[in-house]
Protein backbone atom coordinates (compact mmCIF):
# COMPACT_ATOMS: atom_id res chain seq x y z
CA UNK A 1 0.00 0.00 0.00
CA UNK A 2 1.35 3.41 -0.52
CA UNK A 3 2.12 6.23 1.51
CA UNK A 4 -0.18 8.21 0.57
CA UNK A 5 -3.21 5.75 0.90
CA UNK A 6 -2.04 4.71 4.17
CA UNK A 7 -2.13 8.26 5.50
CA UNK A 8 -5.38 8.72 4.04
CA UNK A 9 -7.08 5.73 5.57
CA UNK A 10 -5.55 6.20 8.64
CA UNK A 11 -6.42 9.86 9.39
CA UNK A 12 -10.28 9.37 7.79
CA UNK A 13 -10.50 6.62 10.70
CA UNK A 14 -9.08 9.03 12.98
CA UNK A 15 -12.02 11.55 11.48
CA UNK A 16 -14.24 9.11 11.46
CA UNK A 17 -13.94 8.08 15.48
CA UNK A 18 -13.23 11.82 16.53
CA UNK A 19 -16.55 12.58 14.63
CA UNK A 20 -18.50 9.89 15.98
CA UNK A 21 -17.33 10.85 19.57
CA UNK A 22 -18.28 14.15 19.14
CA UNK A 23 -21.62 12.99 17.00
CA UNK A 24 -22.42 10.75 20.50
CA UNK A 25 -21.64 12.78 23.08
CA UNK A 26 -23.69 15.79 20.97
CA UNK A 27 -26.75 13.55 21.08
CA UNK A 28 -26.60 12.77 24.97
CA UNK A 29 -26.20 16.68 25.58
CA UNK A 30 -28.73 16.79 22.75
CA UNK A 31 -31.40 14.70 24.62
CA UNK A 32 -30.27 16.27 28.34
CA UNK A 33 -31.29 19.59 26.83
CA UNK A 34 -34.50 18.24 25.92
CA UNK A 35 -35.41 16.46 28.84
CA UNK A 36 -34.77 19.42 31.06
CA UNK A 37 -37.09 21.36 28.80
CA UNK A 38 -40.10 19.24 29.42
CA UNK A 39 -39.56 18.72 32.95
CA UNK A 40 -39.22 22.97 33.10
CA UNK A 41 -42.63 23.24 31.39
CA UNK A 42 -44.16 20.77 33.79
CA UNK A 43 -42.77 22.53 36.45
CA UNK A 44 -44.39 25.26 35.37
CA UNK A 45 -47.49 23.86 35.05
CA UNK A 46 -47.59 22.63 38.52
CA UNK A 47 -46.78 25.92 39.85
CA UNK A 48 -49.94 27.97 37.91
CA UNK A 49 -52.27 24.23 39.57
CA UNK A 50 -50.01 25.20 42.70
CA UNK A 51 -51.51 28.45 42.75
CA UNK A 52 -54.99 27.72 41.95
CA UNK A 53 -55.69 24.81 44.37
CA UNK A 54 -53.97 26.53 47.24
CA UNK A 55 -56.71 29.62 47.32
CA UNK A 56 -59.42 27.60 47.24
CA UNK A 57 -60.90 24.71 50.09
CA UNK A 58 -60.81 21.59 48.43
CA UNK A 59 -63.87 20.13 49.66
CA UNK A 60 -66.07 22.24 49.30
CA UNK A 61 -64.79 23.59 45.59
CA UNK A 62 -64.77 20.19 43.82
CA UNK A 63 -66.70 20.90 40.65
CA UNK A 64 -63.94 24.07 40.44
CA UNK A 65 -61.05 21.96 41.14
CA UNK A 66 -62.40 18.79 38.00
CA UNK A 67 -62.98 21.24 35.73
CA UNK A 68 -59.51 22.73 36.36
CA UNK A 69 -57.86 19.60 36.21
CA UNK A 70 -60.05 18.89 33.31
CA UNK A 71 -58.45 21.76 31.84
CA UNK A 72 -54.98 21.10 32.04
CA UNK A 73 -55.80 17.80 30.55
CA UNK A 74 -56.73 19.50 27.17
CA UNK A 75 -53.06 20.16 26.65
CA UNK A 76 -51.87 17.84 24.25
CA UNK A 77 -48.35 16.61 25.99
CA UNK A 78 -50.43 16.89 29.45
CA UNK A 79 -51.71 12.62 29.71
CA UNK A 80 -53.67 13.89 33.21
CA UNK A 81 -53.80 15.01 36.48
CA UNK A 82 -54.41 13.87 39.81
CA UNK A 83 -54.88 15.75 42.73
CA UNK A 84 -55.32 14.19 46.37
CA UNK A 85 -56.97 16.09 49.77
CA UNK A 86 -55.35 14.32 52.36
CA UNK A 87 -57.98 15.65 55.09
CA UNK A 88 -60.66 14.36 53.85
CA UNK A 89 -59.03 11.66 51.49
CA UNK A 90 -60.30 13.26 48.31
CA UNK A 91 -58.72 12.02 44.75
CA UNK A 92 -59.20 14.04 41.51
CA UNK A 93 -58.50 12.60 38.43
CA UNK A 94 -58.53 13.34 34.73
CA UNK A 95 -61.21 12.16 32.74
CA UNK A 96 -58.05 10.33 30.54
CA UNK A 97 -57.34 8.57 33.48
CA UNK A 98 -59.05 5.69 35.21
CA UNK A 99 -58.10 2.50 36.75
CA UNK A 100 -54.02 1.94 37.46
CA UNK A 101 -53.88 5.43 39.04
CA UNK A 102 -52.61 4.11 42.55
CA UNK A 103 -48.37 4.35 41.53
CA UNK A 104 -49.29 8.03 41.28
CA UNK A 105 -51.26 8.54 43.78
CA UNK A 106 -48.21 6.66 46.12
CA UNK A 107 -46.34 9.57 44.28
CA UNK A 108 -48.24 12.46 45.81
CA UNK A 109 -48.54 10.85 49.13
CA UNK A 110 -44.51 10.42 49.27
CA UNK A 111 -44.56 13.69 48.40
CA UNK A 112 -46.96 14.92 51.41
CA UNK A 113 -44.83 12.88 53.62
CA UNK A 114 -41.31 13.87 52.71
CA UNK A 115 -42.69 17.48 51.44
CA UNK A 116 -40.67 17.57 48.42
CA UNK A 117 -41.18 17.22 44.44
CA UNK A 118 -41.26 13.70 43.09
CA UNK A 119 -39.54 13.04 39.66
CA UNK A 120 -40.45 9.71 37.81
CA UNK A 121 -40.34 8.27 34.39
CA UNK A 122 -43.00 5.85 33.68
CA UNK A 123 -45.32 3.99 31.57
CA UNK A 124 -49.24 4.15 32.39
CA UNK A 125 -51.04 2.02 29.74
CA UNK A 126 -48.50 1.01 27.49
CA UNK A 127 -47.85 5.17 27.06
CA UNK A 128 -44.61 6.42 28.16
CA UNK A 129 -44.91 9.31 30.87
CA UNK A 130 -43.10 11.56 32.99
CA UNK A 131 -44.84 12.09 36.81
CA UNK A 132 -43.96 15.40 38.58
CA UNK A 133 -45.71 14.99 41.99
CA UNK A 134 -45.69 18.00 44.78
CA UNK A 135 -47.46 18.71 48.24
CA UNK A 136 -50.15 21.73 48.57
CA UNK A 137 -50.56 23.84 51.75
CA UNK A 138 -52.83 25.99 53.63
CA UNK A 139 -52.21 29.43 54.80
CA UNK A 140 -50.05 28.71 57.63
CA UNK A 141 -47.80 26.25 55.88
CA UNK A 142 -49.67 22.94 56.79
CA UNK A 143 -49.25 20.09 54.00
CA UNK A 144 -53.49 19.55 53.12
CA UNK A 145 -53.10 17.37 49.82
CA UNK A 146 -50.44 17.28 46.67
CA UNK A 147 -50.81 17.04 42.80
CA UNK A 148 -49.34 14.16 40.29
CA UNK A 149 -49.49 15.83 36.98
CA UNK A 150 -48.57 12.76 33.79
CA UNK A 151 -46.64 14.24 31.27
CA UNK A 152 -46.55 12.23 27.61
CA UNK A 153 -42.92 11.63 26.92
CA UNK A 154 -43.42 10.48 23.05
CA UNK A 155 -43.07 14.70 21.94
CA UNK A 156 -39.80 14.73 23.72
CA UNK A 157 -39.01 11.08 22.30
CA UNK A 158 -39.69 12.93 18.97
CA UNK A 159 -38.07 15.71 19.29
CA UNK A 160 -34.81 13.24 20.41
CA UNK A 161 -34.46 11.44 17.38
CA UNK A 162 -35.41 14.25 14.96
CA UNK A 163 -32.14 15.57 16.57
CA UNK A 164 -29.92 12.42 16.57
CA UNK A 165 -30.73 12.41 12.79
CA UNK A 166 -29.86 15.70 11.97
CA UNK A 167 -26.46 15.44 14.17
CA UNK A 168 -26.04 12.08 12.39
CA UNK A 169 -26.61 13.53 8.81
CA UNK A 170 -24.25 16.54 10.07
CA UNK A 171 -21.39 14.19 10.85
CA UNK A 172 -21.57 12.20 7.40
CA UNK A 173 -21.51 14.75 5.78
CA UNK A 174 -18.47 16.19 7.64
CA UNK A 175 -16.82 12.67 7.34
CA UNK A 176 -17.17 13.08 3.61
CA UNK A 177 -15.87 16.29 3.56
CA UNK A 178 -12.87 15.59 5.11
CA UNK A 179 -12.19 12.20 4.16
CA UNK A 180 -11.76 14.07 0.20
CA UNK A 181 -9.97 16.95 1.35
CA UNK A 182 -7.44 14.67 2.92
CA UNK A 183 -7.53 12.68 0.03
CA UNK A 184 -7.01 15.09 -2.57
CA UNK A 185 -4.23 17.00 0.29
CA UNK A 186 -2.01 13.69 0.87
CA UNK A 187 -2.12 12.65 -3.34
CA UNK A 188 -0.83 16.65 -4.43
CA UNK A 189 1.13 17.32 -0.85
CA UNK A 190 2.50 13.74 -0.80
CA UNK A 191 1.90 11.26 -3.29
CA UNK A 192 2.66 13.13 -5.95
CA UNK A 193 5.66 14.96 -4.86
CA UNK A 194 7.37 11.82 -3.59
CA UNK A 195 6.61 10.44 -7.16
CA UNK A 196 8.93 12.56 -8.38
CA UNK A 197 11.46 12.09 -5.88
CA UNK A 198 11.18 8.48 -6.65
CA UNK A 199 11.53 9.27 -10.67
CA UNK A 200 14.91 11.70 -9.80
CA UNK A 201 16.80 8.61 -7.65
CA UNK A 202 15.92 6.02 -10.67
CA UNK A 203 17.77 8.78 -13.31
CA UNK A 204 20.64 8.87 -10.51
CA UNK A 205 20.86 5.41 -10.29
CA UNK A 206 21.40 5.45 -14.11
CA UNK A 207 24.01 7.89 -13.76
CA UNK A 208 22.29 11.12 -14.60
CA UNK A 209 23.47 13.37 -12.37
CA UNK A 210 21.89 16.51 -13.90
CA UNK A 211 18.45 15.49 -12.89
CA UNK A 212 16.78 18.09 -10.66
CA UNK A 213 13.31 18.08 -8.85
CA UNK A 214 11.67 21.34 -8.82
CA UNK A 215 9.18 21.15 -5.80
CA UNK A 216 8.70 25.01 -4.64
CA UNK A 217 7.34 25.08 -1.14
CA UNK A 218 7.95 25.65 2.20
CA UNK A 219 7.86 22.17 3.79
CA UNK A 220 10.17 19.11 4.38
CA UNK A 221 9.20 17.80 1.47
CA UNK A 222 10.55 21.04 -0.35
CA UNK A 223 13.58 20.67 1.80
CA UNK A 224 13.83 16.78 0.87
CA UNK A 225 13.88 17.89 -2.83
CA UNK A 226 16.44 20.71 -2.32
CA UNK A 227 18.68 18.17 -0.56
CA UNK A 228 18.57 16.05 -3.10
CA UNK A 229 19.53 18.39 -6.19
CA UNK A 230 22.04 19.41 -3.51
CA UNK A 231 23.21 15.64 -3.37
CA UNK A 232 23.08 15.71 -7.15
CA UNK A 233 24.83 18.85 -7.56
CA UNK A 234 28.14 17.16 -5.18
CA UNK A 235 27.74 14.00 -6.92
CA UNK A 236 28.15 15.99 -10.07
CA UNK A 237 31.17 17.66 -8.19
CA UNK A 238 32.87 14.38 -7.35
CA UNK A 239 32.33 12.49 -10.45
CA UNK A 240 34.50 15.46 -11.68
CA UNK A 241 37.24 15.63 -9.17
CA UNK A 242 37.83 12.17 -9.80
CA UNK A 243 38.18 12.57 -12.98
CA UNK A 244 40.54 15.48 -12.11
CA UNK A 245 42.31 13.50 -9.94
CA UNK A 246 42.99 10.75 -12.16
CA UNK A 247 43.90 13.40 -14.65
CA UNK A 248 46.32 14.73 -12.20
CA UNK A 249 47.53 11.12 -11.17
CA UNK A 250 48.74 10.64 -15.15
CA UNK A 251 50.05 14.34 -14.65
CA UNK A 252 51.77 13.31 -11.21
CA UNK A 253 53.17 10.06 -12.49
CA UNK A 254 54.51 12.07 -16.17
CA UNK A 255 56.17 15.05 -13.78
CA UNK A 256 58.08 12.07 -11.65
CA UNK A 257 59.34 11.19 -14.88
CA UNK A 258 60.23 14.88 -15.77
CA UNK A 259 61.85 15.06 -12.24
CA UNK A 260 64.29 12.24 -12.51
CA UNK A 261 65.48 14.14 -15.61
CA UNK A 262 65.58 16.94 -14.15
CA UNK A 263 67.59 15.79 -10.62
CA UNK A 264 70.34 14.21 -13.41
CA UNK A 265 70.24 17.90 -15.07
CA UNK A 266 70.91 19.69 -12.00
CA UNK A 267 73.85 17.24 -10.91
CA UNK A 268 75.42 18.13 -14.51
CA UNK A 269 74.51 21.79 -14.05
CA UNK A 270 76.38 21.82 -10.86
CA UNK A 271 79.51 20.42 -12.23
CA UNK A 272 79.33 22.15 -15.25
CA UNK A 273 79.02 25.76 -13.38
CA UNK A 274 81.66 24.65 -11.46
CA UNK A 275 84.02 23.82 -14.81
CA UNK A 276 82.78 27.16 -16.07
CA UNK A 277 83.36 29.05 -13.08
CA UNK A 278 87.63 28.52 -12.93
CA UNK A 279 88.58 29.58 -16.64
CA UNK A 280 85.72 32.23 -16.26
CA UNK A 281 87.85 33.65 -13.14
CA UNK A 282 90.95 33.68 -15.04
CA UNK A 283 89.43 35.15 -17.91
CA UNK A 284 88.13 38.25 -15.88
CA UNK A 285 91.77 38.30 -14.04
CA UNK A 286 93.37 38.76 -17.52
CA UNK A 287 91.03 41.35 -18.60
CA UNK A 288 91.96 43.43 -15.50
CA UNK A 289 95.64 42.59 -16.05
CA UNK A 290 95.42 43.64 -19.82
CA UNK A 291 93.62 47.24 -18.85
CA UNK A 292 96.44 47.97 -17.12
CA UNK A 293 99.04 47.05 -19.97
CA UNK A 294 97.52 49.06 -22.83
CA UNK A 295 96.74 52.18 -23.99
CA UNK A 296 92.85 52.79 -23.10
CA UNK A 297 90.67 55.35 -25.68
CA UNK A 298 87.26 55.80 -25.48
CA UNK A 299 86.30 52.49 -27.62
CA UNK A 300 88.49 50.09 -25.71
CA UNK A 301 87.42 51.16 -22.30
CA UNK A 302 83.74 51.07 -22.81
CA UNK A 303 84.34 47.20 -24.84
CA UNK A 304 86.19 46.39 -21.08
CA UNK A 305 83.47 47.43 -19.64
CA UNK A 306 80.95 45.48 -21.42
CA UNK A 307 83.55 42.23 -20.81
CA UNK A 308 83.66 42.86 -17.27
CA UNK A 309 79.97 43.22 -17.24
CA UNK A 310 78.61 40.22 -18.78
CA UNK A 311 81.34 38.11 -16.51
CA UNK A 312 79.31 39.46 -13.93
CA UNK A 313 76.12 38.54 -14.99
CA UNK A 314 77.60 35.02 -15.92
CA UNK A 315 79.03 34.23 -12.52
CA UNK A 316 75.79 35.59 -10.68
CA UNK A 317 73.65 33.26 -12.69
CA UNK A 318 76.18 30.30 -11.94
CA UNK A 319 75.85 31.04 -7.98
CA UNK A 320 72.04 31.16 -8.39
CA UNK A 321 72.56 27.73 -10.37
CA UNK A 322 74.49 26.30 -7.24
CA UNK A 323 72.33 27.95 -4.27
CA UNK A 324 69.64 25.95 -5.89
CA UNK A 325 71.23 22.75 -6.23
CA UNK A 326 73.18 23.38 -2.58
CA UNK A 327 71.53 25.81 -0.37
CA UNK A 328 73.06 27.84 2.43
CA UNK A 329 73.60 27.00 5.80
CA UNK A 330 70.84 29.39 7.21
CA UNK A 331 73.09 32.49 9.18
CA UNK A 332 71.39 32.54 12.76
CA UNK A 333 70.91 36.33 14.12
CA UNK A 334 68.59 38.14 16.45
CA UNK A 335 65.40 38.75 14.41
CA UNK A 336 61.73 40.06 14.66
CA UNK A 337 59.75 38.16 12.66
CA UNK A 338 56.60 40.34 12.54
CA UNK A 339 58.87 43.23 11.32
CA UNK A 340 60.22 40.77 8.57
CA UNK A 341 56.15 39.95 7.50
CA UNK A 342 55.33 43.74 7.40
CA UNK A 343 58.59 44.18 5.55
CA UNK A 344 57.03 41.42 3.13
CA UNK A 345 54.06 42.91 2.89
CA UNK A 346 54.97 45.95 1.93
CA UNK A 347 56.73 44.52 -1.17
CA UNK A 348 53.27 42.71 -1.73
CA UNK A 349 50.85 45.51 -1.09
CA UNK A 350 50.60 46.88 -5.12
CA UNK A 351 49.76 43.07 -6.07
CA UNK A 352 47.06 42.81 -3.13
CA UNK A 353 45.52 45.99 -3.72
CA UNK A 354 44.98 45.33 -7.65
CA UNK A 355 43.47 41.90 -6.15
CA UNK A 356 41.09 43.83 -3.93
CA UNK A 357 42.36 41.56 -0.95
CA UNK A 358 41.54 42.48 2.95
CA UNK A 359 44.12 42.55 5.24
CA UNK A 360 43.29 40.66 8.64
CA UNK A 361 46.39 40.83 10.80
CA UNK A 362 46.52 40.03 14.10
CA UNK A 363 50.47 40.16 15.67
CA UNK A 364 51.21 39.89 19.11
CA UNK A 365 51.60 42.37 21.37
CA UNK A 366 55.26 41.17 22.81
CA UNK A 367 57.30 39.84 20.60
CA UNK A 368 59.78 36.70 21.54
CA UNK A 369 63.48 36.67 20.83
CA UNK A 370 63.85 34.38 18.19
CA UNK A 371 66.96 33.72 16.16
CA UNK A 372 66.74 32.76 12.68
CA UNK A 373 67.89 33.97 8.63
CA UNK A 374 66.32 36.99 8.30
CA UNK A 375 66.75 36.57 4.52
CA UNK A 376 65.60 32.71 3.89
CA UNK A 377 63.01 33.73 6.61
CA UNK A 378 61.48 36.46 4.10
CA UNK A 379 62.34 34.19 1.29
CA UNK A 380 59.77 31.96 3.07
CA UNK A 381 57.12 34.50 3.72
CA UNK A 382 57.67 35.84 0.43
CA UNK A 383 56.59 32.28 -0.98
CA UNK A 384 53.59 31.93 1.31
CA UNK A 385 51.92 35.03 0.74
CA UNK A 386 52.28 35.02 -3.55
CA UNK A 387 50.08 31.80 -3.00
CA UNK A 388 47.63 32.91 -1.08
CA UNK A 389 47.65 35.93 -3.23
CA UNK A 390 47.68 33.78 -5.83
CA UNK A 391 44.62 31.58 -4.23
CA UNK A 392 42.44 34.67 -4.31
CA UNK A 393 42.30 36.22 -7.83
CA UNK A 394 38.61 37.33 -7.30
CA UNK A 395 39.57 38.76 -4.10
CA UNK A 396 39.30 37.51 -0.45
CA UNK A 397 40.60 37.75 2.85
CA UNK A 398 44.11 37.17 4.38
CA UNK A 399 44.44 36.39 7.56
CA UNK A 400 48.22 36.55 9.56
CA UNK A 401 48.53 35.74 13.22
CA UNK A 402 51.36 35.22 15.62
CA UNK A 403 50.74 33.22 18.75
CA UNK A 404 52.62 31.58 21.24
CA UNK A 405 52.14 28.08 21.80
CA UNK A 406 53.25 25.63 24.50
CA UNK A 407 54.03 21.63 23.33
CA UNK A 408 51.54 19.59 25.84
CA UNK A 409 54.04 16.42 25.86
CA UNK A 410 57.65 18.33 26.41
CA UNK A 411 56.00 21.59 28.03
CA UNK A 412 58.64 23.23 25.59
CA UNK A 413 57.10 26.54 23.98
CA UNK A 414 57.42 27.59 20.00
CA UNK A 415 56.25 30.67 18.25
CA UNK A 416 53.36 30.17 15.54
CA UNK A 417 52.41 32.35 12.57
CA UNK A 418 49.62 31.19 10.47
CA UNK A 419 49.16 32.67 7.19
CA UNK A 420 44.88 32.22 5.61
CA UNK A 421 43.38 32.39 2.45
CA UNK A 422 39.72 32.47 1.23
CA UNK A 423 40.34 30.97 -1.71
CA UNK A 424 38.94 27.89 -3.33
CA UNK A 425 41.30 25.44 -1.25
CA UNK A 426 43.67 22.47 -1.62
CA UNK A 427 42.30 18.64 -2.78
CA UNK A 428 42.99 16.35 -0.17
CA UNK A 429 44.43 14.40 -2.19
CA UNK A 430 47.24 17.00 -2.84
CA UNK A 431 48.17 17.81 0.59
CA UNK A 432 50.10 14.92 1.52
CA UNK A 433 52.17 15.66 -2.03
CA UNK A 434 52.64 19.82 -1.19
CA UNK A 435 55.82 19.57 -0.01
CA UNK A 436 57.51 17.44 -2.43
CA UNK A 437 59.66 18.21 -5.26
CA UNK A 438 58.61 19.54 -8.58
CA UNK A 439 55.02 18.66 -7.37
CA UNK A 440 52.82 21.57 -8.45
CA UNK A 441 48.89 22.69 -9.42
CA UNK A 442 50.19 26.18 -11.36
CA UNK A 443 49.97 25.54 -15.14
CA UNK A 444 53.42 27.73 -14.57
CA UNK A 445 55.17 26.44 -11.85
CA UNK A 446 58.01 24.88 -11.43
CA UNK A 447 57.15 22.50 -8.43
CA UNK A 448 60.08 23.68 -5.98
CA UNK A 449 58.36 26.74 -3.88
CA UNK A 450 56.72 25.03 -0.86
CA UNK A 451 60.12 22.36 -1.12
CA UNK A 452 62.45 25.00 -0.82
CA UNK A 453 59.92 26.85 2.21
CA UNK A 454 59.96 23.01 3.95
CA UNK A 455 63.35 22.55 3.80
CA UNK A 456 64.27 26.28 5.07
CA UNK A 457 61.95 25.63 7.73
CA UNK A 458 63.45 22.29 8.50
CA UNK A 459 66.69 23.78 9.09
CA UNK A 460 65.21 26.60 11.85
CA UNK A 461 64.59 23.60 13.40
CA UNK A 462 60.90 24.36 12.80
CA UNK A 463 57.78 22.80 10.99
CA UNK A 464 54.87 23.67 8.45
CA UNK A 465 51.84 22.29 8.24
CA UNK A 466 48.68 22.73 6.09
CA UNK A 467 44.81 22.89 6.95
CA UNK A 468 42.89 23.03 3.80
CA UNK A 469 38.92 22.71 3.09
CA UNK A 470 37.82 22.67 -0.55
CA UNK A 471 36.04 25.70 -1.57
CA UNK A 472 36.33 27.51 1.83
CA UNK A 473 40.52 28.10 1.97
CA UNK A 474 44.05 27.36 2.94
CA UNK A 475 45.98 27.71 6.34
CA UNK A 476 49.51 27.34 6.35
CA UNK A 477 50.91 27.32 10.14
CA UNK A 478 54.79 27.79 10.50
CA UNK A 479 56.45 27.00 14.04
CA UNK A 480 60.04 27.89 14.73
CA UNK A 481 60.96 26.80 18.45
CA UNK A 482 61.68 29.51 21.47
CA UNK A 483 65.23 28.29 22.67
CA UNK A 484 68.30 29.78 25.01
CA UNK A 485 70.99 30.39 23.05
CA UNK A 486 72.97 27.07 24.17
CA UNK A 487 70.40 25.12 22.10
CA UNK A 488 70.95 27.24 19.16
CA UNK A 489 74.60 27.03 19.29
CA UNK A 490 74.65 23.11 20.43
Request: hydrophobic letters at 40%; zero cysteines; charged letters at 25%.
Amino acid sequence: MKLGTKLTVYLSLIIVIVLSGYGYFHILSRREILVRKMKVEVESTGRNLKVSLEKVQIPREREYVQDLIDGIEEYEKTLGVIVYHQGKDLVFNSRSLGEGIEPYLNLVKRSIKEDLHQEEFGVYRKVPIFTYAFPLKDKKGKNIGGVSILQHTSFMEDDIKRAEWNILITVLILIGGIVAIVLMGTRKWISQPISLLVVGINHIAKGNLDTRIDIRRKDEISQLAGAFNQMAVDLKKAQQEVIQQADAKVELERSLRQSEKLGIIGKLASELAHEIRTPLTSIKIFIQSLEKEIDMDGNREEDFGIIKKEIDRINENITRLLNFARPEEPQFQEINVHELLKDTLNLLMTKIQNNKIQLDISFLNAHPQLKGDPKQLTQVFLNLLLNAIEAMPQGGTLAIRSSIETNPDNKDKFFQIVIQDTGQGIPESDIPHLFEPFFTTKKEGTGLGLSIVNSLIQKHRGQIEVESEWGRGSSFILTLPIRKEASWEE
